[in-house]
């Protein structure tokens, strides 16, 4: 907790104002004004925060303030928090946040007007309040490449009869920069929403100091700041070499250069802290995130969708399809069985793609940061690799499988007996009917996340 100078009240950090703000006098403080300072006068290294943890799912929330609201965003947990005060490490640099919670509410709704088969309890006025302000930790590298580099350049043009092919060597003094290339520096922060949030302005970020954290919570960094330098080099090399064949003096040119062409060093590695309202919805063993930018207000959220609403619409939509071809054609009855069967594989492809999908997400195979923190592929550590928990169902498979045969037996005998035709489209287009119910339900599952995943940090509804 920030004292207020003159009246002892808390500070909170005011967004619209960027400063610090008491509500019982209305005094306004610059951030910077409350640094800690040891004995010499010199500014502490460290801060002093307050770190709660949710007994449900063990995440951790760090904060300023010494008192919780009882809420877990993360697993949507209703309970009390275990507290315990400790001294972290300052960060480097911080981006306060930009954008109010009012500001939050907004976008979210307008991205969930948007959403046309979304459940209504997500746009609960109760659910919409929940937002949190959360700090989540990036690494942040600052790449420098210079040198002489030589590339390779190649000409065609036509002389009389002739093809000429001219080959140039192209060589030059390079001297780039990148500044700020971020990271997920959490293990508990989803990659997938990381990098969707982007990008943050890092121009705008600030010297760290703890008065920006009041009034809300902050993530921890756990995963080492050395696990994205290959990952930073990498995008920094795509960039320079789009940046030479994008070169005006060069236009008219072949240009062929290799990434081992082009001398990256990380300058620098800095923790900077970047600000996401966030919030979860839980229903039974799953849970939604919404989260939004508390810099540019940009939105990502996990979006299920409602088997009632999209169903009412897929009838809708039939019957008026129905009496549109009906009115312009008539399909015969072999060809409605054929077009059936082409449903059926379509809805068997998407199965299989879903499937592979939610069982990367349901192991967070992709999530570079939640693998290193367990050790899998990682040298030096220990390897604690969970075993698959998502497995693929057969149902669908064998719904979407019979639909495809029946409809090829048919094609296959060529029945002269037109009910034989409608009888079959019927059956084909329940077995479809099951295989679609699935892929939905299969698609909530992987735009919703399990709860044994939350290990993470929440924030502040009273920001």
């Known amino acids: 907790m920030i004292e207020c100078p003159n009246c002892g009240g808390n500070l909170k950090f005011n967004i619209a104002l960027q400063k610090m703000n008491c509500s019982f006098c209305n005094s306004d403080f610059d951030p910077y004004e409350f640094d800690s300072k040891d004995k010499d006068g010199i500014e502490s290294k460290e801060y002093e925060t307050t770190i709660f943890t949710c007994p449900e799912c ?43 919670k009012d500001d939050c509410k907004k976008a979210y709704m307008k991205a969930a007007k948007r959403a046309f088969f979304l459940p209504k309890e997500y746009k609960d006025e109760k659910y919409i309040d929940g937002f949190r302000g959360i700090y989540m930790p990036y690494w942040a590298y600052d790449i420098g490449q210079n040198g002489h580099v030589t590339i390779k350049g190649e000409k065609t043009h036509r002389s ?48 760290f100091t703890a008065g920006f954290l009041s009034g809300f919570y902050s993530d921890r960094a756990d995963v080492n700041k050395s696990l994205y330098k290959s990952d930073a080099k990498t995008f920094s090399n795509e960039q320079t070499i789009k940046r030479i064949k994008d070169e005006p003096s060069l236009s008219g040119y072949s240009i062929e ?42 939105v990502v959220a996990d979006f299920p969708i409602d088997l009632r609403k999209f169903f009412a619409f897929a009838a809708v939509l039939a019957v008026l399809l129905f009496l549109l071809l009906n009115s312009v054609f008539t399909v015969k009855p072999s060809t409605s069985t054929i077009i059936n069967g082409v449903f059926s594989v379509i809805a068997l492809i998407l199965y299989l793609i879903g499937s592979l999908a939610i069982k990367s997400k349901e192991n967070k195979t992709n999530d570079k940061g939640y693998q290193s923190k367990n050790g899998n592929g990682i040298p030096g550590t220990e390897n604690t690799h969970e075993p698959d928990l998502y497995k693929t169902r057969p149902l669908p498979l064998i719904t979407s499988t019979l639909g495809v045969i029946i409809a090829v037996l048919m094609f296959v005998t060529r029945s002269i007996h037109d009910e034989y035709y409608y009888f079959c489209n019927l059956v084909i287009a329940v077995l479809v009917g099951v295989t679609l119910v699935s892929l939905i339900k299969d698609y909530n599952l992987l735009i919703t996340r399990r709860l044994p995943q939350f290990d993470k940090k929440g924030g502040d509804d009273r920001a």
């Open 257 to 298: 250069v290799s990434k081992n062409k082009i001398n990256s060093k990380i300058k620098s590695t800095g923790r900077t802290l970047f600000p996401v309202w966030f919030m979860s919805y839980r229903k039974n063993d799953r849970v939604a995130y919404a989260t939004v930018n508390g810099q540019t207000g940009r």
């Open 160 to 207: 009389g009869d002739y093809i000429i092919h001219e080959h140039y060597d192209i060589s030059g003094d390079l001297d780039c920069e990148y500044n700020g290339l971020s990271y997920d520096a959490s293990s508990s922060f989803a990659d997938d929403i990381s990098e969707k949030l982007a990008p943050f302005d890092v121009k705008k970020k600030k010297p």
């Open 58 to 100: 063990g995440g951790e929330i760090e904060s300023t303030d010494n008192e919780t609201t009882g809420f877990c965003p993360f697993c949507g947990g209703s309970t009390i928090f275990y507290s315990r005060l400790a001294k972290e490490e300052k960060p480097d640099f911080i981006i306060p946040f930009a954008k109010t």
